[in-house]
């Protein structure tokens, strides 16, 4: 009898997949390199393979989360060539429920279950009960969501903010925004705001190619270069993050995601993160009160699908046959 719900976290480098009832709490997570895998299909299929014939029984639907525009009937992830259509893919499984999220739509979710020692804080005052939350963060791209509550509920606004254009408020960020557009044409958000872009950051001001793995154990190290690029990093991370943060109205609080964020979570507070942050005149006063908060759970995405595969898991019918 189908009782359960495969959920993901799909990024545009790596998976994580797991399963829950009506819980809403994940178990039997696994972890996949998107690399390995020519698509959703493969992946899922290969996922499920793993769990057994059993597990597979039980599995009645899936929420995945995808690191794009999920509002459509066709997915397509916006950093990989992967794709699909919604229908095809409730149909190829013969799954009775099927929804797809902005990864940062399931991380929105998650947010209210995240604990104190799930968060890093990085400044602020008291957060206004009630009042809109700002989700946002670098990984193989740039997310952003709200999290608005409605009387009891909760609603989620998502956005493609790291398509958003990025300019320049000092010289040296005139420089590196320069050095981008000889590169990649306009500049937008993420093109400085992921992983690749702490990597583009760091040759445009060392002139030595390093992965953004390197650069961070670099400016762990304590080299000068290294963390020159990550506070250069930081101050264009605090200065988007503030812009968001005023057009959300986001008063109960910033959370920062992605595994960018988590890596650089030793520097914020020694960076100029905070002070871009808040330089935002004449709106300073309110963006000193927001406190934000570095997410550190290492699956923060599949906690917030797991609360939206536990709603899905109370509406299984036994045997119902998906045609």
């Avoid at 005139?174 to 990649?184: S, Y």
């Avoid at 001001?205 to 400016?219: H, M, Q, W």
């Amino acid at each position: 009898m189908p009782h359960l719900i495969l959920i993901a976290d799909i990024g545009g480098t790596s998976s994580r997949l797991a399963l829950v009832g009506t819980d809403g709490a994940p178990r039997d997570i696994q972890i996949h390199r998107n690399n390995d895998f020519a698509g959703f299909k493969e992946m899922i299929a290969a996922d499920l393979d793993q769990r057994g014939d059993a597990a597979r029984a039980t599995v009645g639907g899936a929420v995945l989360a995808v690191a794009g525009p999920a509002d459509g009937e066709v997915v397509k992830l916006t950093n990989r060539d992967w794709s699909f259509s919604k229908r095809d893919m409730r149909r190829h499984f013969g799954w009775q429920k099927f929804a797809a999220v902005n990864d940062f739509e399931a991380l929105a979710h998650g947010v209210p279950a995240l604990g104190a020692p799930d968060l890093v804080a990085v400044g602020g005052g008291t957060a206004m009960p009630g009042a809109p939350l700002l989700i946002c963060g670098p990984g193989t791209g740039f997310g952003v969501a709200g999290l608005i509550s409605a009387g009891r509920q909760r609603l989620v606004v998502t956005g493609e903010g790291g398509r958003a254009r990025l300019g320049a408020t000092t010289a040296e960020e005139a420089r590196v925004v320069a050095h981008m557009q000889e590169e990649t044409g306009p500049v937008v958000v993420e093109h400085a705001l992921s992983g690749s872009g702490l990597g583009r950051i760091h040759t445009i001001l060392s002139g030595t190619a390093l992965s953004p793995e390197d650069v961070i154990a670099a400016a762990t190290r304590g080299e000068s270069a290294a963390r020159a690029s990550c506070d250069m990093f930081l101050r264009l991370f605090g200065r988007i993050a503030g812009d968001l943060a005023l057009i959300f109205n986001a008063r109960g609080g910033v959370f920062l995601g992605g595994g960018v964020s988590a890596g650089l979570a030793p520097f914020f507070n020694g960076s100029p993160f905070r002070e871009a942050f808040e330089e935002h005149p004449p709106h300073q006063p309110r963006l000193i009160e927001t406190p934000v908060h570095i997410i550190m759970h290492a699956t923060p995405g599949l906690i917030g699908c797991g609360q939206l595969g536990g709603r899905m898991a109370k509406t299984l019918r036994p045997n119902l046959h998906v045609v």
